[in-house]
């Protein structure tokens, strides 16, 4: 860690975001990316889940009406300009996320199982939960993008001790599973995310990029042959840890040829950042700008972004609170620490508008691009001060591409799975099961148009 | 039903008299003698039956133990787990608890029978060693090893993600996976990395990164003192261009310009301040310093040095450039090429490479055995040596062709992983000693968190190191070698959370003591502390109450210590009992609470799970939460913790937990002393799981020393654990006990832990894997 981070220069970004925003980028690649398709491409559909922890103040969260959405309560305030663009689910419930015998540890549970739809195994060491329904369809996608997935934080993970009442810290830290043994880790700092999705800013010559290409996939291979060397030789729990380090190596081989096709190096028009603001609002800022070029030049289709960790202390200077986030959630209906969650959760919101606000402002092929997805933000937990796990907070955000019908709040019935909301938006990205999770039936589009 | 169970347990202990009497035929009617020998009967079940059963039975199964259970003799097999945390409970004295009848000498009588019978049982009893997972290495471990390799400074702790933990240390095999985004990172830093080591390929053309005042781009960290951090993007020179407006009076006399890098001194110079008689309006000077810096992210600070001119300054003056010259920015130019070549390049091209072939083949295999820590084959080397082809095809010169190399022995699972060899992976029967290379590696691993060196890998590869002397006085030279303090850093970091002062934040206003220089403080403290108690090989009671720490100025001063000035640290006598082992410093009290706050349930669970090793079982499901926030305000907190002493539920843990917190309540949550806790006194008063009552922090450190067999115990879990890189098993326990009985014997010195391990059957030894029966077991279980 460093003793104190460094600002942004910021006049010099938001210079630089600026243009990226005026330009089209997927439409400037075009010709680089699909000879003998260009033009012709549609514009993709794209899913994301932004995820909060520790609840929401529900009376604050909930209108009383259902049906076309007005005057919104006051930690949805910040969203009413976008109020045509978003679906507000209620009664969805994720059933995994409940002690059933398990005991102890709703906030480890509740965030392992939130797009696992697994209950978890309570575990310090030898952590278990399923695929996570992002990472399905990111290998569906897989051929499509340079990335099939992106994973995105903003916090930190605890480094020493325990997470919650027996449940592995993995749980907390991760929202995508690859494997059920394998958690997909944030990227947090903004530098991070920007190397892994621009480069790290050094031009190459087509020669010298076709020779590093080369000299990759001949590494690649070299490792790949060692692997089947060890492999031979060792027990089962030793293989599959040799599995994850193939799987990842595939996937590595699969952006090297991808980069290569598409034979572009892409100009995000901004800044490389260097460090992690302190500011939650300036580096909620950078990620999602970075997320949004990401989706904006089609370099994956696929995101999960933990915004904070379930059951995180972090307290927020930022609005004059000073308390940890979860501490205060377990506010016992005093109206103070009531009042306090209510402002966390409002200055989360508040933060989400400007990014919903950057997505529509970003033109794509006579759209906006928010046309072309499905942004879900929501939380695992409904009431943080109890626990529950039923009518979690959940907005659809975005219309896929006309699928769906936004402008309004719908109530389901009491206990749907949040699995349901899986199951439907997998099938809309092309993923068609028959099972995901405790899911009783896809939560039906055409019903909801 | 209470009945139901009483029968049963009646017709348990007809069979163990049964078969009691069988071994005893000639006078089944008699009673035994007082002298006879105790048997099951006399000295386990009347305890059982008369004290543990009225609450543990099989109808209220208090904290989820049955005690009719094992009321038969056959339970010392099949109940061997829970046999076991029977004895540690009566041993540590938190059972049977207050309140209902202690009869110690049945106790001890108990006690010592059980453990008997379990040692006999035991020498018969095939050993399990265990197995440890395929271990990739962790962020430190890579770090440490690409030093100990290359002689390059990676931050790894940077460029990779975090690694996950399980039982409370980040280098457990079955918790440590790969994910494609980490592999990304390791091509790209492998890349980076080899690139570094030989040096060859061109620098980029220079470009300048400046850290301004006005841009908030730099730290103020005094008067005379600014920060910045940022990244090196390449090794090299570079020009560092220090910003100085303003002019100090006529006669203001030249003072000393520091520049440090991640707080070691880089570079000085003479510094004029007074008016240069050139410029009037503006005055402004820029000083220059050419420095050799590494790849990477760092911190930097220049200051001026016994800047006694500022302190004659007011607060506005300071910044105002009439009456102060003043550092207000940092500006790096670069990289240029350096004057001499990196240590790396020697390292790695032990021949010259344009000499032919076999010198090449030489360097590949040199580095390969180095990275893959065992010997590498022919077919090996032929295979890296390929890639010296392949550059050369690519009109790249012969040591790019050497950088490939090492580039490609850089994301093989043989350097990322620690992989260990089983003649019979799937027959957990099969136990053997692991290979003498697989041992160099555990051991150097454990001690420092990074490859065997030269000396020890060739011991590994003879077999020698084997050998009980050999491997001690191994031992001994990697305690007594710098790189033994990665188990301050990775260790004792992780045991007492104090890795967690990276993401602490306590409040600035409320305590407005805490800034980076302080977190450090604390940091080191710590660090230095478990330090001297290795290497100094204390006994491990000092890590409960010593009489002694380490101190610098800033941390002095927030323990209201006087007689310590400057930065830095050195160790001070501690002469009130104010202070004393691990539970008063600052930086284990910081990061037990909250940001604004003390808690004493984080406190009393941070006792019990690291100090006392009996973490309290997890809270129900739903807990009543208890408004600590309105602390000191208008219940007093010992008044409102008393909630849950009301509830059942919650006393069973809580009268464990609070107690303990209690007991540091004299500590803010930034460790300072204190008195009172907003307008309460603060009431010290608790007591530790066995009885033993205090009414002090200092009281509490003699209490917790009355438990050292248990503290010791804890930690040699703990160790085994980071050293073995796995959690523990029931199988280990055998080991621990007698690890345990060997060092009370000797008076704890704590480096005998550290040798004791390393002796250890689960440090030397492996075994195949079960796999029928776990697929079964969990096949049942869905």
Same mark, same amino acid.
């Given at each position: 860690m460093t003793i104190t981070r460094k600002t942004l220069h910021r006049r010099s970004f938001l210079r630089g975001m600026g243009a990226a925003i005026g330009l089209p980028l997927l439409d400037a690649m075009v010709p680089a990316l699909a000879i003998g398709q260009a033009r012709a491409v549609k514009a993709p559909l794209r899913m994301a889940f932004a995820y909060v922890p520790n609840g929401i103040i529900m009376n604050e969260w909930n209108p009383a009406y259902e049906g076309k959405l007005g005057e919104l309560p006051r930690v949805l305030k910040p969203m009413e300009p976008h109020r045509d663009d978003i679906l507000m689910l209620g009664n969805l419930t994720h059933n995994t996320g409940r002690a059933l015998l398990d005991g102890a540890g709703d906030h480890g549970r509740c965030s392992g199982s939130y797009l696992t739809g697994i209950q978890v195994k309570k575990t310090t060491v030898d952590i278990k939960a399923g695929v996570s329904c992002d990472q399905i369809v990111a290998k569906h996608l897989a051929d499509q993008t340079r990335f099939?997935?992106?994973?995105?934080?903003?916090?930190?993970?605890?480094?020493?001790?325990?997470?919650?009442?027996?449940?592995?810290?993995?749980?907390?830290?991760?929202?995508?599973?690859?494997?059920?043994?394998?958690?997909?880790?944030?990227?947090?700092?903004?530098?991070?995310?920007?190397?892994?999705?621009?480069g790290n800013g050094v031009i190459l010559s087509p020669e010298a990029r076709a020779r590093e290409a080369d000299y990759r996939r001949s590494i690649l291979d070299f490792v790949g042959e060692d692997t089947k060397r060890l492999e031979a030789s060792l027990g089962p729990t030793d293989r599959r840890k040799l599995d994850e380090y193939l799987t990842s190596i595939r996937e590595v081989e699969r952006q090297i040829e991808r980069t290569e096709t598409a034979n572009a190096q892409i100009d995000p028009h901004m800044e490389k950042p260097y460090g992690i603001p302190a500011d939650f609002a300036e580096h909620f800022k950078l990620m999602t700008d970075m997320i949004t070029i990401a989706f904006q030049a089609d370099l994956t289709r696929v995101v999960t972004f933990l915004i904070t960790r379930e059951g995180t202390s972090r307290p927020y200077r930022e609005i004059g609170i000073a308390d940890g986030h979860h501490p205060c959630t377990h506010h016992q209906g005093k109206p103070e620490l009531i009042e306090k969650v209510t402002q966390i959760n409002t200055y989360h919101t508040t933060q989400l508008s400007a990014w919903v606000d950057k997505l529509k402002s970003t033109p794509e092929g006579g759209a906006r691009l928010l046309d072309n997805m499905m942004l879900v933000y929501g939380a695992g937990l409904s009431d943080g001060n109890r626990h529950l796990h039923e009518d979690l907070p959940t907005l659809m955000i975005g219309n896929a591409a006309g699928a769906i019908k936004t402008g309004r709040r719908v109530v389901y019935r009491k206990e749907t799975p949040m699995c349901n909301l899986h199951l439907a938006m997998m099938d809309r990205m092309g993923v068609h099961m028959e099972h995901f999770g405790d899911a009783t039936g896809e939560l039906s589009f055409a019903e909801l148009t | 039903m209470r009945s139901a169970g009483r029968d049963w347990a009646v017709a348990v202990s007809v069979t163990g008299i049964l078969a009691a009497s069988v071994s005893s035929l000639a006078a089944p009617q008699q009673r035994p003698p007082a002298s006879a020998a105790p048997t099951f009967e006399t000295a386990v079940k009347p305890l059982l039956q008369n004290v543990c059963s009225d609450c543990h039975n099989s109808q209220s199964a208090s904290g989820g133990f049955d005690a009719t259970v094992f009321l038969a003799p056959a339970s010392l097999a099949s109940q061997r787990e829970g046999w076991d945390a029977i004895l540690r409970k009566l041993r540590a004295g938190e059972m049977p608890p207050q309140g209902v009848p202690?009869?110690?000498?049945?106790?001890?009588?108990?006690?010592?029978?059980?453990?008997?019978?379990?040692?006999?049982?035991?020498?018969?009893?095939?050993?399990?060693?265990?197995?440890?997972?395929?271990? +990739?290495?962790? $962020?430190?471990?890579? %770090?440490? !090893? /690409?030093?100990?390799?290359?002689? @390059? &400074? =990676?931050?790894?702790?940077?460029?990779?993600?975090?690694?996950?933990?399980?039982?409370?240390?980040?280098?457990?095999?079955?918790?440590?996976?790969?994910?494609?985004?980490?592999?990304?990172?390791?091509?790209?830093?492998?890349?980076?990395?080899?690139?570094?080591?030989?040096?060859?390929?061109?620098?980029?053309?220079?470009?300048?990164?400046?850290?301004?005042?006005?841009? +908030?781009?730099? $730290?103020?960290?005094? %008067?005379? !003192? /600014?920060?910045?951090?940022?990244? @090196? &993007? =390449?090794?090299?020179?570079?020009?560092?261009?220090?910003?100085?407006?303003?002019?100090?009076?006529?006669?203001?006399?030249?003072?000393?310009?520091?520049?440090?890098?991640?707080?070691?001194?880089?570079?000085?110079?003479?510094?004029?301040?007074?008016?240069?008689?050139?410029?009037?309006?503006?005055?402004?000077?820029?000083?220059?310093?050419?420095?050799?810096?590494?790849?990477?992210?760092?911190?930097?600070?220049?200051?001026?040095?016994?800047?006694?001119?500022?302190?004659?300054?007011?607060?506005?003056?300071?910044?105002?450039?009439?009456?102060?010259?003043?550092?207000?920015?940092?500006?790096?130019?670069?990289?240029?090429?350096?004057?001499?070549?990196?240590?790396?390049?020697?390292?790695?091209?032990?021949?010259?490479?344009?000499?032919?072939?076999?010198?090449?083949?030489?360097?590949?295999?040199?580095?390969?055995?180095?990275?893959?820590?065992?010997?590498?084959?022919?077919?090996?080397?032929?295979?890296?040596?390929?890639?010296?082809?392949?550059?050369?095809?690519?009109?790249?010169?012969?040591?790019?062709?050497?950088?490939?190399?090492?580039?490609?022995?850089?994301?093989?699972?043989?350097?990322?992983?620690?992989?260990?060899?089983?003649?019979?992976?799937?027959?957990?029967?099969?136990?053997?000693?692991?290979?003498?290379?697989?041992?160099?590696?555990?051991?150097?691993?454990f001690l420092w968190s990074s490859m065997p060196d030269d000396e020890l890998l060739s011991l590994g590869e003879s077999g020698k190191l084997r050998t009980p002397a050999v491997l001690d006085a191994q031992v001994k030279r990697m305690l007594d070698d710098p790189r033994s303090s990665a188990l301050a850093d990775n260790f004792a970091a992780q045991w007492l959370e104090t890795r967690n002062l990276d993401v602490v934040k306590p409040d600035p206003q409320k305590f407005p003591d805490w800034n980076p220089e302080l977190r450090e403080a604390m940091r080191s403290e710590t660090n230095l502390f478990f330090n001297y108690v290795l290497r100094q090989n204390r006994p491990m009671a000092d890590f409960l109450d010593a009489r002694y720490t380490f101190l610098n100025e800033r941390l002095a001063k927030l323990y209201g210590i006087e007689g310590v000035t400057g930065p830095e640290f050195r160790k001070v006598d501690l002469t009130t009992d104010q202070r004393g082992g691990v539970l008063s410093q600052a930086a284990v009290l910081t990061v037990s609470s909250y940001s604004l706050r003390t808690s004493v349930v984080i406190r009393g669970k941070y006792v019990l799970q690291e100090i006392l090793g009996t973490p309290p079982s997890p809270p129900p499901v739903t807990p009543p939460p208890l408004d600590e926030a309105a602390e000191g305000t208008s219940a007093s907190l010992r008044q409102q913790m008393e909630v849950h002493r009301a509830d059942p539920t919650c006393a069973s843990c809580h009268s464990k937990m609070d107690p303990l917190g209690f007991g540091l309540e004299n500590y803010d949550a930034i460790g300072k002393w204190r008195t009172m806790d907003g307008k309460f006194p603060v009431d010290a008063t608790g007591t530790l799981p066995n009885g033993k009552t205090f009414s002090s922090p200092g009281e509490m450190r003699a209490a917790l020393v009355?438990?050292?067999?248990?503290?010791?115990?804890?930690?040699?879990?703990?160790?085994?654990?980071?050293?073995?890189?796995?959690?523990?098993?029931?199988?280990?326990?055998?080991?621990?006990?007698?690890?345990?009985?060997?060092?009370?014997?000797?008076?704890?010195?704590?480096?005998?832990?550290i040798y004791e391990i390393v002796r250890s059957a689960p440090f030397q030894m492996r075994r195949g894997e079960l796999v029928e029966t776990k697929n079964v077991k969990e096949v049942a279980q869905k």
């Open positions: 099939p997935s992106l994973e995105v934080g903003m916090e930190d993970a605890r480094q020493a001790g325990d997470c919650d009442s027996g449940y592995s810290c993995a749980y907390t830290n991760n929202l995508s599973w690859k494997s059920e043994t394998q958690p997909l880790p944030p990227i947090l700092d903004p530098r991070s995310l920007f190397e892994r999705l621009f | 202690h009869p110690q000498a049945q106790i001890d009588a108990l006690v010592k029978y059980v453990q008997g019978e379990l040692d006999k049982a035991d020498r018969n009893v095939k050993p399990d060693p265990g197995r440890v997972t395929a271990h +990739r290495l962790n $962020r430190n471990e890579y %770090a440490n !090893t /690409i030093r100990d390799l290359l002689d @390059v &400074d =990676f931050r790894a702790q940077k460029d990779f993600p975090t690694d996950d933990s399980g039982e409370g240390f980040d280098n457990i095999g079955d918790i440590l996976t790969i994910s494609p985004v980490l592999m990304e990172k390791y091509m790209a830093a492998a890349e980076r990395i080899a690139s570094r080591a030989i040096a060859a390929d061109p620098l980029p053309k220079p470009v300048a990164v400046e850290y301004a005042n006005k841009d +908030r781009r730099i $730290r103020r960290v005094d %008067a005379s !003192t /600014i920060e910045a951090t940022h990244r @090196v &993007d =390449f090794d090299g020179e570079y020009n560092v261009r220090f910003e100085l407006p303003g002019q100090r009076a006529a006669d203001a006399k030249p003072v000393m310009l520091d520049l440090w890098m991640d707080g070691k001194l880089i570079s000085s110079k003479m510094v004029e301040t007074k008016p240069s008689g050139l410029v009037y309006f503006d005055p402004y000077s820029e000083e220059e310093m050419r420095v050799l810096l590494p790849e990477g992210d760092h911190v930097f600070r220049a200051g001026f040095i016994n800047d006694d001119f500022v302190k004659g300054l007011g607060p506005k003056q300071v910044y105002d450039k009439k009456s102060n010259k003043y550092l207000d920015g940092i500006v790096f130019e670069g990289p240029f090429k350096p004057k001499a070549e990196p240590p790396s390049r020697a390292r790695v091209l032990i021949c010259d490479p344009k000499s032919g072939p076999a010198c090449v083949e030489k360097i590949v295999a040199n580095l390969a055995r180095h990275a893959y820590r065992r010997p590498v084959t022919q077919t090996e080397i032929a295979e890296l040596v390929k890639f010296v082809g392949l550059a050369e095809a690519h009109g790249q010169s012969v040591e790019q062709g050497i950088q490939l190399a090492l580039q490609a022995m850089l994301v093989s699972p043989n350097f990322l992983f620690r992989i260990e060899h089983d003649p019979n992976p799937t027959d957990p029967a099969a136990v053997h000693n692991i290979s003498g290379v697989e041992l160099a590696s555990r051991l150097s691993y009355s438990a050292l067999p248990q503290f010791a115990r804890c930690v040699v879990e703990k160790l085994m654990i980071y050293a073995l890189g796995r959690g523990i098993a029931p199988s280990d326990g055998r080991t621990i006990d007698g690890i345990v009985g060997r060092l009370a014997a000797q008076g704890y010195p704590f480096q005998t832990a």
